[in-house]
C-alpha cells in the first residue's frame, strides 16, 4: 500500500503506518528455523536426571543400568565437571549462591539438574535417564516466603545454603513507619500476594553447542545473544573470537530466556569432551519446572490517607521469593517494584523495603513486567481499597492523586534521586478510557444488575497503570550483569542501493525487522524493502544487549535512527557532489536523489552507493565504504509508558464463576512506530495478565513437589476462554530518545491484572469483600460470597 | 521396528520406525518437516496439528504406524490461493498480524484451514471455540480471529 | 514426553485383537483413537509392552437404527457421535456432551469404545451412558456379552472388561421426546469437567449420570428417586452429592464439588 503511494509520487510516512511484517513469510510456510529444527551432523542429545526431591543431600547417583542402554554415549554429574566455575551473574559478595552446572552434594528444588544423560537420540536419552537411580537423604523443605521465613526465627532453623547462615537478604531495610503515615486521618493495611507464574513461551528451552577446533558455536533460544556469548567466553577462559552465538528464530521469551540455564554451558562442555554437536531441548514438563518462574512476590502496604481520597503517605515492605537459585535478575525485581510502588500518584511520603527470600523453588526471574506488575497490582488495589472505605468512585480517587500533565519530569518519591517519569497525560487517559466504557451509563446498569438476582453480578474495574522501560540509562541494565545499557546499531549500504541493518537486540516476536526498517526507511528515505534487518548473531553485530526491559524501540530504534541520519547526510553529500549542486538543494526519496526544481536530473540510491565505493566519485574528504554508520546508543532515562484499563465481569451468583464481559485499554507509549505491532504487543500482555487474574498459578505441596507441573494443571488460556479487547491510545512523545517513542512490550502485563481484581472485587462488595488474591478462582468468588446454595 | 507408509503432503514416504515414535517426530526428524513444532507433552497446546486423512489432528498424541497407509498435511503441504501468496488463511495471518514469535502458528493455521473447511463463514464465536484446543502465548488471540475472518471473506469461492 | 518401548501388533478383525489380547494378558493394551492411552504413555504413567491397535476396524464405526435402541459402533469417534443427525434426533444428549469432549483436533481422533473403555470418571461420556442407562456390548474368546453401563465402570481406570475382552458396541435407548442437559463446568473450554452433569428427564426417562464426583462416573440416584416421588426440582437437586465422594484436589475442594453438584443437577433440570 505504501509501495502504491509512493508510485502515486508521494511519499507516505512509514513510521505510524500498520505495515505488514517482514517476519511473517518464513513462519508462515512452516520455514522458520527454531533451535530444535536444525539438525548438525552427528549430533548428540543431553537430557538430564532431575531431583524428585525439594531439599535433600544426594546420597549415591547410580548410573551403571543406564550406562549400558543402547545409544548411550555418557552420563555425568557434577564431579565430571569439576573444573567449571560456576554459573555466572552473581556477585562475589555472594559466593554460597553461585549456582554449579549441576547439583552438587544438595539438591533445592524439584527438578534440579542432578546428572546429565547423553545418548544418540531423545528417545534412547529418556529411557536411560529413567534408568538412572539417586538416593536421596531428604531435608526440610522450604516451599515458600512464609515457611522460609519462619525458619529464620528459629536459630536451629533450616538454611538452605548453610555457609549463607540466611534464607532473607535485605536489600533495602526497613525505615520506622514516617510521621505522614502514622498522623494520616485515615490508614489502612493490606498485604498483596502476587502469584507465582510462569512465561510458559511455547517454545521451550532448547540449546546446541558445537566446539570444534576452531572454536564454540552455540545456537540457543535466547533474549541477549552477545550476553551469552561474553559469558561463555569468560566461564571457559577463551577468547571472544573463538565463540560464535546465534539466536535463530525464538518461540517466545517473555523475560524468560534471559536467564542462564545449565546447559547453556553443560552442552558446550559436553561437546568439547566428546568432539561432537550436542542439542538440549527440554519438554514441556522439564520446562515448566526448570525455567525460572515469574512474580511470587508478596506486598505488605500501609497507606496514610484524608476523607478526600488523597494519599499522604504509602509504606510498602516487598518480599520477593527468589526461588532455590537466586538469579540477577530475580534479585533485582523486587528494586524495580520499590521504585514503582507509587504509580501514576503523587505520593509525598513513600519508603519502601526489600527482603530476598530463598526458597525450595524453582528460580524466580524476569516474567513480563519483571517487576512492575507487582507495583501496579498493589498501588491500584490500594486506590480502590481507598475508595471502597470512604464510600467514592474508585475513579475519583485516583483524579484527586494524579500526577499532572505540567508536572514532568517527576522525581518518583521512591527515589527522587534517580528515578523520573519523563512524561504522560494520567487524568487523559482516565478520560478517554471512561469515554469509551460510557462509564456512568455502566455505573447505572450495575446498580439495575445487582438489584436482579437473575442476573450475574456486575463488576467494574479500573487500572491506571504505570510502567518503567526503555531499559535504560547507564549502570541501569550492568546492575544485572549486562556488559551495558545501550545498544547498537549498523546501518551498511551496499552498491546496489539497498541497507543492510544490524542490531544488537533480539527479537521472538516483537516485529523488529518490520518496525526497524520503517525507522530506517522513514530516516535515510530508502525503500522499505530495500531494507534488511539482522539480528541475534555474534558474528554479525560486534556487540549488543538484547531485547528486555520494552527496550528495542526505544534504545535500539533510536539508535537506528541516528546511524540512518548519519548515512542520509553523507548519502546527500555524494549526491549533490554527482550532480553538481549544494547539499541543501537535493531532494531524498525512495527513488533516489534529485536536484530541487530539477525533478528529471536524478541519481538512483544504486548510483550514490556504488559510488561510495569509488573514491574517484566521491567529494573531497570522504572516502570508499562512507555509507557504514555505527551507533552505540546511550539514553538519558528510561522511558514510562502508561495507561488506563478498564474490565467488566459477570459473576455467576451461585457458582462463583467469572466471566469477563468487556476489557478496554487506552495505552500511551509516546510515539506509535507501527500501530498494528504496538496494539499486538498489548493484546498478548493483556492476555497474559488476564490469565494471572484469573487462571495462572504455579503451586507447590507442604513438600515442595510442584503441583502444576503440566499444561493440565497449569492454566494457560485458549481463545475461548479469553475476552476481545478494546484498544485505545493517548500520546505523549517522550523526550528521552529521539523517537518520542517509550516502548510497549510489557504494558499489557503490568496494567491489565488490576483491572479485573477491582472489578471482582467491586462485584462483591455487597458482601463486605474487601480483597481477593489472584486467581480469582471461582471457588475462592464462592467463599467470599458466602457460599451461597442457590437454593432460594 | 515397524515399516510405515505415509504420503505426506502428495508424496509417498516409507521408513522403518521404532511403534512408539510419535507422528510429530516422524515429521520432523525422519522426514525433516520441522514446520509442525512441539510445545507440550500432554496434547494441550496443538503446535504440533496437522491434517491426517483430512481432519486435524494433533500429531504429538498420534503414532507414526497409526498413519500408516493414510495421507497427511503439514503446514509446508498448503497450497496457495488464486491470486494470493499463500492459502488465504495464511495470508489472513499476514494481513492481521494473526503470528508473532510464529512458534504456535503452523499448528495454529492448520487447525484454521480445517475449521474453514467444515465452516466457510464462521462467527467469532465458533472460531474462538474451534481453536479451544489451540495455544498462543504472543497475540492473545484476537487477531488470529480477525485473520480468519479476513480468510473466511476473502478466499476464492469454491 | 517419549513413550517406554513397546511391541505392536496391528489387529484385522476383532477376533484378531481377542487373541492378542488373550496371548498378552495383562501386558497388553488396545489403541483405538489413543487419546486416552497416548497422553497417560508420553508421561510413563503407562508403559505396556504389547500395543493392540485396532485403529483400522472401520467395520466397528457405525450408529445404526435397531428398533428399540441406537447402536454405535465403539471405533465411533466422537467427532461422529457428534455430528451424526440420528443421534441428534434419538439421543441428542449423547451428540452434544461429545462435542465438549477435549477439543476439536481430540474430537477427531478419540472414540466412544476408548473414552467408556478408559473408565474415567472425570471423562464426559461415562457420565452420559449411565444417565441413559445404556448397555455394553462386549467381545472374548468365549462368546459375546452384554453389561449394563451401571455395572461397567467398578474403579478408578478399571472397567468390567476383562483383560481379554473387546468393547465393541454402545447401544442406548432412544429418548428424542426427554428434556436433556449436558451442564459441564470447568475452568478453560478444554479442560476436564471438574464437576458435570448428564441430565435426561421427560416422556418417562429420568437419569442423571455425574462427572467427576467420585473415582467411577455415578448416578444421581436419590435426585431421581425424589423426583420420581414428586419432589421439586430445587429440593431433588438438592440431593445430587448423596453417595458422591468427591476429591479435593487442585481444581476443587470436595466441597465446592458437592455444592456444583446441586447447582448443575438444578440447572440440568430446569433445562430439560
Not at chain 1, 517466545?252 to 554451558?265: A, D, L, Q, V, W
Request: charged residues 20%; proline residues 7%; hydrophobic residues 40%.
Amino acid at each position: 500500500m505504501w509501495q502504491a503511494a509512493h508510485q502515486r509520487g508521494k511519499r507516505m510516512s512509514l513510521v505510524g503506518a500498520a505495515v505488514k511484517r517482514k517476519e511473517d513469510p518464513n513462519l508462515l510456510v512452516g520455514r522458520g528455523r527454531f533451535v530444535d529444527d536444525i539438525k548438525l551432523p552427528g549430533a548428540l542429545f543431553m537430557t538430564f536426571v532431575r531431583s524428585t526431591e525439594a531439599h535433600a543431600r544426594i546420597l549415591s547417583i547410580d548410573t551403571n543400568e543406564a550406562t549400558a542402554m543402547p545409544g548411550v554415549v555418557a552420563i555425568y554429574t557434577i564431579d565430571d565437571f569439576a573444573d567449571l566455575p560456576t554459573i555466572p551473574g552473581l556477585p562475589p559478595e555472594v559466593a554460597p549462591l553461585h549456582r554449579p552446572v549441576l547439583a552438587k552434594g544438595t539438591v533445592r528444588f524439584v527438578g534440579d539438574p542432578v546428572a546429565v544423560v547423553v545418548a544418540e537420540d531423545r528417545y534412547q536419552a529418556a529411557d536411560a535417564a529413567e534408568a538412572v537411580l539417586v538416593d536421596y537423604d531428604p531435608l526440610p523443605v522450604l516451599p515458600s516466603i512464609d515457611t522460609s521465613l519462619a525458619a529464620m526465627a528459629d536459630p536451629e532453623g533450616t538454611r538452605i545454603y548453610p555457609d549463607l547462615q540466611t534464607n532473607a537478604l535485605p536489600i533495602f531495610p526497613e525505615e520506622p513507619p514516617a510521621p505522614e503515615l502514622l498522623n494520616a486521618p485515615m490508614r489502612l493495611a493490606q498485604t498483596f500476594i502476587n502469584n507465582r507464574c510462569s512465561a510458559v513461551p511455547i517454545e521451550p528451552l532448547a540449546v546446541i553447542a558445537d566446539w570444534a577446533p576452531s572454536g564454540l558455536t552455540v545456537h540457543a533460544t535466547f533474549q541477549a545473544p552477545h550476553h551469552l556469548r561474553n559469558q561463555l567466553t569468560l566461564f571457559f577462559g577463551i577468547p571472544q573470537h573463538e565463540c560464535r552465538v546465534i539466536a535463530p528464530d525464538v518461540g517466545g521469551g517473555f523475560g524468560s530466556k534471559i536467564c542462564f540455564y545449565p546447559e547453556f554451558f553443560l552442552a558446550p562442555a559436553i561437546s568439547r569432551k566428546l568432539g561432537r554437536p550436542v542439542k538440549a531441548a527440554q519438554t514441556r514438563t522439564e520446562a515448566m519446572l526448570h525455567m525460572h518462574h515469574g512474580r511470587a512476590q508478596r506486598n505488605d502496604v500501609e497507606v496514610g490517607f484524608d476523607a478526600t481520597g488523597k494519599v499522604h503517605a504509602l509504606r510498602v515492605h516487598t518480599y520477593q521469593d527468589v526461588g532455590s537459585y537466586p538469579d540477577p535478575t530475580g534479585m533485582g525485581l523486587g528494586v524495580l517494584t520499590s521504585w514503582m510502588s507509587c504509580g501514576v500518584y503523587a505520593i509525598p511520603v513513600a519508603q519502601t523495603a526489600l527482603t530476598n527470600v530463598i526458597t525450595n523453588t524453582t528460580p524466580v526471574a524476569a516474567y513480563r513486567g519483571a517487576g512492575r506488575p507487582e507495583a501496579s497490582f498493589l498501588i491500584e488495589r490500594t486506590m480502590d481499597m481507598i475508595a471502597d472505605e470512604l464510600g467514592l468512585d474508585p475513579a475519583a480517587v485516583r483524579y484527586t492523586n494524579f500526577i499532572q500533565a505540567d508536572q514532568f519530569p517527576y522525581p518518583a518519591a521512591t527515589n527522587p534521586e534517580a528515578v523520573f517519569y519523563d512524561s504522560g497525560n494520567y487524568p487523559a487517559a482516565l478520560d478517554e478510557l471512561k469515554r469509551m466504557m460510557g462509564y456512568d451509563a455502566l455505573l447505572a446498569e450495575q446498580t439495575a444488575r445487582n438489584a436482579d438476582p437473575s442476573q450475574p453480578l456486575m463488576g467494574i474495574g479500573l487500572s491506571c497503570w504505570l510502567e518503567i522501560a526503555g531499559f535504560g540509562p547507564n549502570g541501569s541494565l550492568e546492575g544485572f550483569g549486562h556488559l551495558g545499557s545501550w545498544e547498537s546499531a549498523q546501518i551498511r549500504i551496499q552498491p546496489d542501493g539497498t541497507a543492510i541493518v544490524s542490531a544488537g537486540t533480539s527479537p521472538h516476536g516483537q516485529g523488529n525487522a518490520t518496525a526497524f526498517a520503517q525507522i530506517a526507511g522513514d530516516a535515510m528515505g530508502i525503500d522499505f524493502d530495500a531494507i534488511h534487518v539482522r539480528f541475534g548473531d555474534t558474528e554479525t553485530q560486534q556487540q549488543g544487549i538484547g531485547t528486555m526491559g520494552s527496550r528495542a524501540i526505544a534504545v535500539c530504534g533510536d539508535a537506528i535512527k541516528k546511524a540512518s541520519v548519519q548515512i542520509r547526510e553523507r548519502a546527500v553529500q555524494i549526491a549533490a557532489h554527482m550532480l553538481e549542486a549544494a547539499p541543501e538543494d537535493i531532494e531524498v526519496s525512495a527513488d533516489g536523489f534529485a536536484v530541487r526544481g530539477t525533478p528529471a536530473v536524478t541519481k538512483s540510491w544504486a548510483d550514490v552507493a556504488t559510488a561510495a565505493f569509488q573514491p574517484l566519485q566521491l567529494p573531497e574528504g570522504m572516502g570508499a565504504g562512507t555509507l557504514d554508520a555505527t551507533v552505540f546508543n546511550e539514553v538519558p532515562n528510561f522511558s514510562f509508558p502508561s495507561g488506563a484499563y478498564g474490565c467488566i465481569v459477570g459473576i455467576d451468583r451461585v457458582t462463583g464463576d467469572v466471566n469477563i464481559e468487556r476489557y478496554v485499554v487506552v495505552d500511551d507509549c509516546g510515539t506509535v512506530i507501527n500501530p498494528l505491532l504496538a496494539e499486538g504487543q498489548v493484546h498478548g500482555g493483556v492476555a497474559q495478565g488476564i490469565s494471572q487474574a484469573l487462571y495462572e498459578h504455579f503451586t507447590y505441596d507442604e513438600n515442595g513437589q510442584p503441583q502444576t507441573s503440566t499444561l493440565v494443571d497449569y492454566l494457560v488460556p485458549a481463545a475461548s476462554d479469553l475476552p476481545s479487547y478494546e484498544s485505545g491510545r493517548i500520546v505523549t512523545p517522550t523526550p528521552v530518545n529521539s523517537l518520542g517513542a517509550k516502548g510497549i512490550g510489557e504494558s499489557g502485563a503490568v496494567g491489565a491484572p488490576p483491572a479485573v481484581v477491582n472489578a471482582v472485587v467491586d462485584a462483591l462488595s455487597g458482601f463486605g469483600v474487601r480483597h481477593m488474591d489472584m486467581p480469582c478462582t471461582p471457588e475462592k468468588v464462592w467463599h467470599a460470597m458466602g457460599q451461597p446454595t442457590g437454593s432460594n | 521396528m515397524t515399516e510405515v507408509n505415509i504420503s505426506v503432503n502428495g508424496a509417498h514416504t516409507s521408513a522403518e520406525v521404532a511403534p512408539r515414535t510419535l507422528l510429530v517426530h516422524y515429521l520432523r526428524e525422519e522426514l525433516g518437516l520441522t514446520g509442525t513444532h512441539v510445545g507440550c507433552d500432554t496434547s494441550n497446546c496443538g503446535a504440533c496439528t496437522v491434517h491426517l486423512d483430512g481432519q486435524a489432528v494433533k500429531s504429538c498424541t498420534v503414532l507414526a504406524v497409526q498413519a500408516d497407509g493414510f495421507a497427511v498435511t503439514t503446514i509446508e503441504g498448503l497450497q496457495p490461493a488464486e491470486g494470493m501468496d499463500y492459502h488465504p488463511v495464511q495470508q489472513g495471518f499476514h494481513e492481521c498480524h494473526g503470528l508473532q514469535c510464529g512458534y504456535c502458528t503452523p499448528g495454529m493455521v492448520m487447525a484454521c484451514v480445517a475449521l474453514l473447511d467444515e465452516n466457510p463463514h464462521p462467527t467469532e464465536v465458533e472460531i474462538r471455540t474451534s481453536l479451544e484446543g489451540n495455544l498462543c502465548r504472543c497475540t492473545g488471540y484476537q487477531m488470529i480471529v480477525d485473520s480468519v475472518l479476513w480468510a473466511a471473506e476473502h478466499a476464492p469461492a469454491k | 514426553m517419549i513413550p517406554s518401548a513397546f511391541d505392536y501388533i496391528r489387529a484385522d478383525s476383532a477376533e484378531a485383537a481377542i487373541a492378542a489380547l488373550t496371548e498378552h494378558g495383562d501386558e497388553a493394551k488396545l489403541l483405538a483413537g489413543g487419546h486416552s492411552l497416548v497422553p497417560l504413555m508420553k508421561l510413563r504413567l503407562a508403559s505396556p509392552s504389547v500395543i493392540i491397535d485396532i485403529g483400522r476396524l472401520s467395520d466397528l464405526s457405525y450408529v445404526r437404527d435397531e428398533g428399540d435402541h441406537i447402536a454405535i459402533g465403539a471405533m465411533t469417534r466422537h467427532r461422529d457421535v457428534e455430528h451424526s443427525e440420528m443421534l441428534a434426533a434419538q439421543v441428542p444428549i449423547l451428540a452434544h456432551a461429545a462435542s465438549h469432549v477435549g477439543d476439536p483436533q481430540v474430537r477427531n481422533r478419540g472414540t466412544i469404545g476408548g473414552s467408556l473403555a478408559h473408565g474415567d470418571g472425570a471423562s464426559d461420556l461415562p457420565a452420559v451412558i449411565l444417565a441413559l442407562g445404556g448397555k455394553l456390548i462386549v467381545q472374548g474368546p468365549g462368546g459375546t456379552r452384554s453389561i449394563s453401563a451401571s455395572e461397567f465402570f467398578q474403579g478408578f481406570l478399571e472397567t468390567a472388561l476383562e483383560p481379554d475382552e473387546l468393547l465393541t458396541e454402545i447401544q442406548v435407548t432412544k429418548v428424542p421426546n426427554a428434556g436433556w442437559s449436558y451442564q459441564k463446568f470447568n475452568r478453560r473450554a478444554m479442560d476436564w469437567a471438574i464437576v458435570g452433569a448428564a441430565v435426561v428427564h421427560g416422556a418417562g426417562h429420568t437419569g442423571i449420570g455425574l462427572v467427576n464426583m467420585s473415582t467411577i462416573p455415578v448416578r444421581a440416584t436419590a435426585v431421581e428417586e425424589a423426583l420420581a416421588g414428586g419432589a421439586s426440582i430445587a429440593d431433588a437437586s438438592a440431593l445430587a452429592d448423596v453417595g458422591t465422594e468427591p476429591s479435593s484436589d487442585l481444581h476443587g475442594s470436595s466441597d465446592y464439588r458437592r455444592h456444583l453438584a446441586k447447582v448443575l443437577v438444578r440447572r440440568g433440570l430446569e433445562a430439560c
